[in-house]
């Protein structure tokens, strides 16, 4: 997912610098860091997830801080720090609220 289109990183980048409460801004971020980990650039979903690293303080939802968690885990892969990831992803595996294929899956 590369922001290619003219303006959009500029967009983007007003929409975040908004008036937006700092969940919701946690939120895009999250959602962001997803998509990108999804098209296999780890590079700037690292990026992004600093941004919302910066931010997760500001929520108590728990999905939100589930998927911003599994996003931690994933770039932890992607950068080879498998320890890391592991202990991320065995973390994980423990949280009741995922599905239980999804936890068998993570180990």
Same mark, same amino acid.
């Given at each position: 997912?590369?922001?290619?289109?003219?303006g @959009?990183n #500029? !967009?983007? #980048?007003?929409?975040?610098?908004?008036?937006?409460p700092?969940?919701? +801004?946690? %939120? $895009?971020? $999250? %959602?962001?860091?997803?998509? !990108?980990?999804?098209?296999?650039?780890?590079v700037?979903?690292?990026?992004?997830?600093?941004?919302?690293?910066?931010? $997760? =303080? @500001? #929520?108590?939802? +728990?999905? #939100?801080?589930?998927?911003? +968690?599994?996003?931690?885990?994933?770039?932890?892969?992607?950068?080879? +720090?498998? !320890?890391?990831?592991?202990? %991320?992803?065995?973390? !994980?595996?423990?949280?009741?609220?995922?599905?239980?294929?999804? %936890?068998? =899956?993570?180990?």
């Amino acid at each position: 997912m590369h922001f290619d289109a003219p303006g @959009s990183n #500029t !967009l983007l #980048t007003d929409i975040i610098r908004s008036s937006m409460p700092d969940e919701d +801004k946690l %939120r $895009v971020y $999250v %959602r962001i860091v997803r998509l !990108l980990l999804e098209d296999e650039d780890s590079v700037q979903a690292e990026s992004y997830y600093n941004r919302a690293a910066l931010l $997760v =303080h @500001s #929520t108590s939802d +728990k999905e #939100t801080l589930l998927q911003f +968690k599994l996003c931690q885990a994933r770039i932890s892969d992607y950068a080879r +720090k498998f !320890l890391e990831a592991a202990m %991320r992803y065995h973390e !994980l595996s423990w949280v009741a609220e995922i599905d239980e294929d999804e %936890r068998r =899956h993570m180990l």
